[in-house]
């Protein structure tokens, strides 16, 4: 088994968890875990697809690498200050149903 192929198939393994809990679970921070697993996955991937040839260098997966790093971080900033939200004006991390008892939107 190659490197290539072993880094391909750990990452399918870790999306797959990674969209599975993200799909099951109902509890927010979770689900931020699970979408950050998800594109740790896809990070894996690319650096392992970059590694096919280890005489010829290809920059490019690594320069997509590391501007998906920098978004994933501000994705999980911002996911987390909106789940804090949530939790302050619904005293639960999970989401509310779209029906709310007194009607009212978030």
Do not use: W
């Amino acid at each position: 088994m190659t490197q290539t192929i072993f880094f391909s198939l750990i990452a399918m393994g870790l999306f797959t968890i990674g969209l599975y809990v993200l799909l099951v679970e109902a509890h927010l921070l979770r689900k931020i875990m699970a979408f950050n697993i998800m594109g740790s996955s896809v990070f894996l991937l690319l650096i392992g697809l970059a590694a096919r040839y280890p005489l010829a260098i290809d920059l490019l997966p690594y320069a997509m690498v590391l501007i998906g790093m920098v978004i994933m971080v501000s994705f999980t900033a911002l996911a987390l200050m909106l789940a804090r939200r949530i939790y302050r004006e619904t005293g639960q991390m999970c989401l509310p149903d779209s029906n709310t008892e007194t009607g009212e939107s978030l």
